[in-house]
């Protein structure tokens, strides 16, 4: 790597960036000028809309209350009208018109009647579509609270009782012991993460597509191929160029709105005479959120620079990075979630790591060791997404790919080849839609129908895959590796899940001491199946996943990635969609480890029933631990332990180095007579 490369390349991009009207818009308009207008017109307009309200006074009438409560209300009116939220005017109702006339006509705001027949003789006319009445209902509401306590102390009173002791026989005094400089860091934490989290969004997602969509679509990144640079340095130019940018935007959107809220907290805090705030003793907090930021902007960059690159186009590139967004976003929401806090394992969440490392420096907690995790994580993810992009970059078929034309749904039916392969496009709606349908159409028969409401997510798994695949003409042996397995091939293909299966007993027992929470979730929900008869439960729980889930991962996702990608991102990527379907995160590691491996048999053999065979078996060995725990923990004790001893490991790990040894030695033995 040659750094005079770098910094030449990093010039012309940055040079580049500059140039764009768009990405200066955004970088210095938008912090600059819209967010402080936005914040200081808004505080402003608040304080206008209710100094108006206080100022305005309102017309309210009596009707029929008979004169002595009539005369008891105004003299209320009169001596408490300052500690009334509005001003009230009263009078008595003029009886030339019906009470909802005079309401609309705009005699009064709102009336008060008083009628003896009825259960609730005191009755509030308004009309809820005018702002004014609504206040003015509020005001008689207040009104008659007052009314209420009144009588109530005359009626003790009365009866010879301190009427201070009977009604008020609880009293209390709050005593705050945050300063003024902490109450407002939490209310800060709630609001900065996300701040941050968009803005540096906001700075890196611009120069992201048009560093890598914009040269595709203005046609000079063929050009930048050709210079005697290697890969690397010119992906190192283009990742420090978005950075810088990032970077400089974020911070240009921290300093502008800070200096926004600074304006309105000074100006809540003049109605509130001697409160002062120490701003000083924000520093810190601020001087580490500024640290924080950088490392994540690597991360943003590295991460929309990988999702960019694949669009030919600005606005396919604006299209493919809006779900990153939404889940960046939904990521920096975690300050809301109560009872989550910064520990040794959201430290090394993405997203969730900054947003609650920056409620912890507004909160004046400084875990230094937490911190460093923090900001280590960012560094590893920042390095894997470059590794990747570099990846990426290497690929002629990643970089001159043919965007949204690989959706083969927009084709029209007619128009389509039969026995065509789908395109990445289909594979990611396919995902998007499946998520949807089991998220609302799954979740409500679940809610429905208990169990059986797992009978409809398998379905939804299994039949839309393959109604994908009838629309687009598809070869469905060739896409499904539906091929018929030989006697080795299933040999091999059950060596390979017990030792596997071995892998994951291990990684299960460690996961449950990582996240025990969502371990003893699925048990309670699992508590609910052991009830089914045992037949349904294999049917229901290792039949139908292991066909449907089979086809759809195995199937469309890796058959329809192989073709477009090298062989081993594609089985890694579909292991890992395997993982993230699950929705769990105890649960993931688990099930993308056994995901891999049910890919790679179907990649060495050819054949999908080999994976359905060991998927079968994986969650047949699940059902019968689950339905019969007992017996199961007196014939294979190992099997329903929630820890292992020293012996136990060893023994696991041994069977996991000869199942998945052999079965690779003949899989790979295979793969070499065939070549």
């Not at 937490?370 to 997404?385: D, K, P, R």
Request: proline residues 3%.
């Amino acid at each position: 790597m040659n750094p005079n490369k770098i910094k030449a390349l990093l010039k012309r991009e940055l040079t580049d960036i500059f140039r764009d009207k768009k990405t200066m818009c955004m970088m210095v308009l938008l912090p600059l000028l819209l967010y402080p207008l936005m914040i200081v017109g808004m505080t402003l307009l608040l304080s206008a809309i209710t100094q108006s309200q206080e100022e305005t006074t309102y017309q309210v009438a009596f009707a029929d209350l008979g004169q002595e409560r009539e005369q008891t209300l105004t003299d209320l009116l009169e001596k408490d009208g300052d500690t009334f939220s509005y001003q009230i005017s009263a009078e008595a109702f003029a009886a030339d018109k019906t009470i909802e006339q005079a309401l609309k006509d705009g005699d009064y705001d709102a009336v008060l009647s008083y009628e003896e027949t009825q259960k609730d003789p005191y009755r509030i006319y308004y009309l809820e579509a005018k702002d004014d009445s609504g206040i003015a209902a509020s005001a008689l509401k207040e009104l008659l609270e007052d009314y209420n306590k009144q009588l109530q102390k005359q009626k003790v009173q009365q009866l010879g009782l301190d009427a201070d002791e009977i009604l008020n026989p609880i009293r209390y005094e709050e005593v705050n012991y945050s300063s003024t400089e902490q109450t407002m860091g939490n209310m800060l934490g709630d609001i900065v993460p996300m701040l941050v989290i968009i803005s540096i969004m906001m700075g890196a997602i611009y120069p992201a597509i048009d560093v890598t969509a914009g040269e595709k679509e203005r046609g000079t990144l063929e050009t930048l191929l050709t210079l005697p640079v290697t890969n690397f340095e010119l992906i190192m130019s283009k990742f420090l160029a978005v950075s810088v940018i990032a970077c400089v935007s974020a911070i240009l959107n921290i300093v502008s709105m800070g200096a926004a809220f600074g304006f309105m907290f000074s100006y809540m805090m003049e109605g509130m005479g001697s409160v002062t705030i120490n701003y000083a003793t924000f520093l810190p907090a601020i001087l580490f959120t500024l640290l924080v930021m950088v490392f994540f902007a690597l991360f943003v960059t590295a991460v929309s620079l990988c999702i960019c690159i694949f669009a030919k186009s600005f606005k396919e590139a604006n299209n493919y990075i809006t779900p990153m967004m939404l889940v960046f976003m939904f990521g920096s929401l975690v300050t809301m979630v109560p009872n989550i806090e910064l520990t040794e394992v959201t430290a090394a969440i993405p997203i969730v790591n900054i947003s609650l490392m920056i409620v912890q420096l507004f909160s004046f907690s400084y875990n230094y060791a937490l911190f460093g995790i923090v900001l280590l994580s960012n560094i590893v993810y920042s390095l894997l997404a470059v590794l990747i992009l570099g990846k990426i970059y290497n690929s002629e078929a990643v970089l001159f790919s043919e965007g949204m034309s690989s959706l083969k749904l927009f084709t029209p039916r007619s128009e389509m080849q039969k026995g065509q392969i789908p395109g990445i496009g289909d594979v990611i709606v396919l995902i998007c839609v499946e998520l949807l349908l089991i998220f609302y159409v799954g979740t409500a028969a679940q809610l429905k129908m208990g169990f059986y409401g797992t009978v409809v997510v398998q379905l939804l798994i299994l039949v839309f895959p393959l109604l994908y695949l009838w629309y687009l003409k598809a070869d469905f042996k060739k896409v499904l590796s539906l091929q018929m397995p030989k006697v080795l091939h299933v040999l091999a293909a059950l060596l390979v899940w017990i030792g596997g299966f071995s892998l994951m007993c291990i990684l299960a027992v460690l996961l449950t001491r990582v996240f025990p929470e969502s371990t003893q979730s699925m048990a309670d929900t699992m508590a609910e199946y052991v009830k089914q008869p045992f037949w349904v439960l294999v049917l229901v729980m290792a039949v139908m996943p292991a066909v449907g889930e089979e086809l759809m991962f195995r199937g469309f996702i890796f058959g329809t990635l192989k073709r477009r990608w090298r062989t081993l991102p594609a089985m890694l990527v579909t292991a890992a969609i395997f993982g993230i379907y699950h929705m769990s995160l105890s649960k993931f590691f688990t099930t993308a480890l056994l995901g891999f491996m049910l890919v790679y048999v179907v990649e060495k053999t050819g054949s999908i029933f080999c994976s359905m065979l060991m998927h079968f078996c994986n969650n047949l060995v699940s059902v019968i631990v689950m339905k019969y725990s007992d017996e199961a923990s007196h014939a294979v004790p190992i099997l329903t332990k929630s820890s292992y001893a020293l012996s136990d490991y060893l023994l696991l790990i041994g069977v996991a180095c000869v199942g998945i040894g052999l079965g690779w030695f003949l899989l790979e033995k295979k793969g070499r007579k065939k070549q």
